[in-house]
């Protein structure tokens, strides 16, 4: 039964409405508007490269991430000017060169051991891949990667996770799936509106309310939201609002103090409610209108740009080792989600790449679209 309560203000900082973004960003972050993220990252790094002593540490490890910016881009940019099956393996290379670059900003050292992939195609695998542990005296990149990105990696290591489980995570690609007929399971991918409020009377605590139109209810187990993980997180609000009658309403326990005077305090309180946000499944994906937020009301075990990772390690495993397998089921009935994985999910992952190594929210200015 839906709860009576007050009614709240969107949250604003310096006049701006303060918006959900799984970035590490500031409270209140206005757009990077950029038609190529890597040219965005790579001046991002030389600014960083150049406040620091070249001889320090983390200056060694921005000149090596700036090093491994620029293989990505190339590497992403061969792919564009190739075809399947060639590339799926040159997307990898791209997302794996991209991956290496944030570790290194996040304060890993490469370069100092011995270095693996952190996942695995085994000769009897079809539409799988295993999930490597950490390894002793060496570097598990993806390990390193989802360890950092907030999944379980004690528990996921050894796990063999589907090419199906891999896919649902992916908003992008999410309705075409279910239109093939690919995915046993309904929907789980709830497309939501995220707003990051405060009290109306005090303004010293901020919340975040999350709604949907009230017709998902039909397409979507919804009634998830009130079980499991969400239980203790969030919980269902009359729909005060007279002009949105056909939505339905959640607002979250949370509810961290904050000063408006203090810089400091905003963004703590602001990091909490995204992090809340990003532990029950709050996600993104980039449009020629900004970013668009969809609640994933069965999680899988890895975060989603960890499966984006792992989705294309999967495709360049193909190409390079198994033929058969690329012709039985890349070629077959998941060809045409394969092709939409392709053209569709690599900028999505660069975009929040950049925005996370950056904590800038950058998104595609609309003179590109």
Not at 35 to 48: H, I, M, Q, V
Not at 126 to 150: V, Y
Not at 270 to 279: A, G, I, P
Not at 346 to 351: A, E, L, S, T, V
Request: with cysteine; proline share 4%; hydrophobic share 35%.
């Amino acid at each position: 039964m839906a709860k009576t309560v007050k009614k709240g203000e969107i949250a604003k900082k310096n006049f701006q409405n303060v918006h959900f973004y799984p970035f590490g960003n500031q409270a209140a972050s206005s757009y990077i508007l950029t038609a190529n993220p890597f040219s965005y990252l790579r001046a991002w790094l030389d600014g960083e490269i150049n406040s620091y002593d070249r001889k320090r540490k983390r200056a060694k490890r921005l000149e090596k991430a700036k090093y491994f910016c620029e293989l990505s881009e190339s590497f992403n940019q061969s792919a564009i000017d190739s075809r399947l099956p060639v590339k799926g393996t040159l997307l990898y290379y791209s997302y794996l060169n991209l991956v290496k670059s944030f570790l290194l900003v996040e304060g890993c050292d490469l370069e100092k051991s011995m270095e693996h992939h952190g996942l695995s195609m085994l000769p009897d695998f079809e539409k799988k891949i295993k999930i490597s542990g950490e390894g002793d005296n060496s570097i598990s990149i993806f390990w390193e990667f989802s360890k950092r990105l907030g999944d379980d990696v004690v528990s996921n290591s050894g796990y063999k996770i589907t090419l199906d489980e891999l896919l649902q995570e992916m908003p992008e690609v999410h309705e075409i799936g279910h239109a093939l007929n690919l995915y046993k399971p309904k929907r789980k991918l709830l497309p939501v509106d995220i707003s990051i409020m405060t009290n109306a009377d005090t303004y010293t605590k901020l919340f975040y309310e999350i709604s949907f139109k009230d017709h998902q209810k039909e397409l979507l187990p919804v009634h998830k939201l009130k079980k499991n993980h969400f239980k203790d997180k969030i919980y269902q609000i009359s729909c005060y609002d007279d002009e949105s009658p056909e939505r339905v309403f959640y607002r979250s326990d949370l509810r961290p103090s904050f000063s408006k005077e203090s810089d400091r305090s905003w963004d703590g309180a602001y990091h909490k409610l995204t992090k809340d946000l990003d532990d029950i499944g709050a996600t993104v994906m980039l449009t020629n209108k900004g970013y668009r937020y969809y609640m994933n009301l069965s999680p899988g075990r890895l975060h989603r740009l960890s499966s984006s990772f792992a989705l294309m390690y999967y495709l360049g495993s193909v190409a390079r080792y198994r033929p058969t397998l690329y012709q039985n089921v890349l070629q077959g009935e998941y060809q045409p989600i394969i092709n939409e994985v392709i053209d569709t999910c690599p900028r999505q992952f660069y975009y929040m790449m950049v925005s996370r190594i950056t904590k800038q929210v950058c998104a595609i200015p609309m003179a590109k679209i």
